[in-house]
């Protein structure tokens, strides 16, 4: 009995191993390294694409509406994108302004701030730092004499700053200009185009699909699914960037926060960036608010408040609404963050849900990649 049971372990060990693949699985490994540096290679040319299918998502409703009131898809996707940058442009003058304002305040405030640590009286110093005194004393009693027999003639160096040159300035920064004045011209262009096109690229992918009919209903159901999926994301970052500058802008309002519009606004926006935006939102207003009372409890005060409403907004609502559009869990959307934003920065933290429901939608079709989508779900 004894002598049977090694030998099913022994089968079922040997059976085990046989499953394995080594070439398929080295194949596997190489091709992924391979996407991985062809995404951070093609870098400046996938992100202004993305944010481009993300933006006409985003649109394609409105231009729709339009078409129902017989305006012709390309002059609805036009109309659309001027509105777009006419607003853009418009909320930045005033915004421009408050940021001018607060930046003069600062001198102000790092002057108070000198003056008060010199107002207070001296701290007391620790164990450690007491300790490193002494170490130091004994240290330079033991070195004196010895340095003082042959003390080395020491040269005099000046050390000579180079003059600022606007010149040089201008030069250095217009090539970061010209590349993000390039990609902001193209992500306008490429969502044009994909406005105005509506829904060709979605017939042609159902007619490439094949000739049965069950295969092509196959794939209009999965564009159907990717259009859903990316557009109730987009609608749930909406109300989560309301949120936060609804209550950012009241709470700074009780509290006496000047420019509190400005700060709404900023707080909105950064936070469609997950864990970055919250982060600087946070910094930036207690900053703000050491300028403007020149204490720091009121500055610690400030960016509480701030860290408790994107807390909500972060752990509370989006959880609870992305939850009700999409079928990720919570671990594969962490993991996909900081996949994306070790990819692509801020801009692979904004796609990387949205990357993840096309993604999961794809493998829940696909019948070798249906355990992916299993990992990736509830």
């Avoid at 926060?257 to 909105?268: D, I, N, P, R, S």
């Avoid at 720091?296 to 559009?325: C, E, F, H, K, Y």
């Avoid at 801009?347 to 993604?359: K, Q, R, W």
Wanted: glycine share 8%; with cysteine; net charge neutral.
């Amino acid at each position: 009995m004894e002598e049977r049971e090694i030998e099913t372990e022994g089968v079922s060990e040997r059976s085990l191993i046989e499953r394995i693949n080594v070439r398929n699985t080295a194949m596997i490994i190489l091709t992924s390294v391979a996407a991985l540096y062809f995404i951070s290679w093609a870098q400046a040319v996938l992100v202004p694409l993305v944010g481009a299918i993300l933006i006409s998502y985003a649109l394609d409703p409105l231009v729709s509406g339009l078409e129902r009131f017989r305006i012709p898809r390309p002059l609805g996707a036009a109309l659309m994108l001027i509105i777009l940058v006419v607003t853009i442009v418009g909320a930045s003058i005033p915004l421009k302004r408050e940021t001018i304002a607060i930046l003069e305040k600062a001198p102000w405030a790092i002057e108070q701030f000198q003056r008060q640590e010199a107002r207070s009286a001296p701290k007391e110093e620790g164990v450690v730092e007491k300790a490193q005194d002494v170490a130091k004393k004994i240290e330079d009693s033991a070195k004196g004499d010895e340095e003082s027999e042959d003390e080395p003639e020491v040269m005099r160096v000046r050390v000579v700053d180079e003059p600022f040159k606007i010149r040089k300035f201008l030069m250095e920064g217009s090539s970061t200009i010209l590349v993000v004045v390039s990609q902001v011209f193209s992500v306008l262009l490429l969502v044009y185009f994909m406005l105005a096109a509506g829904r060709l690229y979605k017939r042609k992918v159902v007619k490439l699909s094949g000739p049965a009919f069950s295969d092509m209903r196959k794939a209009a159901r999965i564009m159907n699914e990717f259009h859903g999926q990316v557009r109730r994301f987009l609608f749930v970052m909406l109300l989560g960037a309301l949120f936060v500058g609804f209550f950012t802008w009241l709470a700074f309002f009780f509290l006496g926060m000047e420019q509190a519009v400005f700060w709404g606004v900023v707080a909105g926006l950064a936070s469609v960036v997950p864990y970055l935006g919250p982060f600087l939102v946070m910094a930036g207003t207690g900053v703000a608010a050491f300028i403007q009372f020149g204490t720091i409890d009121m500055a610690i005060l400030v960016a509480a408040v701030s860290l408790v409403i994107t807390s909500i907004q972060g752990n509370l609502l989006l959880p609870m609404l992305t939850s009700r559009v999409s079928s990720l869990n919570e671990i594969a959307i962490f993991i996909g963050l900081l996949f994306w934003g070790w990819l692509w920065g801020p801009v692979g933290l904004i796609i990387a849900t949205p990357v993840l429901m096309i993604i999961k939608t794809l493998c829940d079709h696909v019948g070798n990649l249906r355990a992916v989508g299993e990992l990736l779900g509830k």
